[in-house]
């Protein structure tokens, strides 16, 4: 799985080496923020799994409304948009700047859904959370109540 991850990453890089980035993704989009975030939330734990990638579509598609495929178009922009940033400031910042505080908690409650979505938490999880939090200009608390409300879902 990581193989095609680094010949897309190789391939970006190429192609904005030689000036070709008319398809790139673009990182001011918030839909592509929150994407990207979402993919670099799982993929932390270098080991981003089909599980991951589906839940994020589902997120994707449940949080704008929009078909499966679409969705999974969105996944793969923000997919392009992570390998390409140097951190996920940019991203979280294109966030605040979008949306009011009440809106961005639910991006939290997606990132800890991802995060938590494998059954486990290590300390680069919860790190990539804290700062992502930190840059929304959310309370830590709403983070903490956030990460609940998700762990209470997935217990039934």
Known sequence: MAA?????????????LNGQSPTAPDPTDERTA???LLVN??????????TE?????AILAHRYEMAPADAEAL?????EAEAAAVDNFRFGQVI??????????????ALWS?????????AQENE?????????????????????????????
């Open 4 to 16: 095609p991850n680094c010949i897309t990453m190789l391939k970006s890089f190429l192609d904005r």
């Open 34 to 36: 929150v994407a990207a």
């Open 41 to 50: 939330a799982a993929r932390v734990d270098q080991d981003y799994t089909d």
């Open 53 to 57: 990638k589906g839940l994020i579509e």
């Open 75 to 79: 996944r793969l922009e923000g997919e």
């Open 96 to 109: 605040r700047d979008s949306l009011p505080e009440p809106d961005r908690v639910p991006v939290v409650e």
């Open 114 to 122: 991802v995060v938590l979505s494998d059954e486990t938490r290590d």
């Open 128 to 156: 990539i959370v804290r700062r992502v939090v930190k840059i929304l200009d959310i309370e830590p608390r709403e983070s903490v109540l956030a990460r609940q409300r998700v762990e209470a879902a997935m217990k039934g």
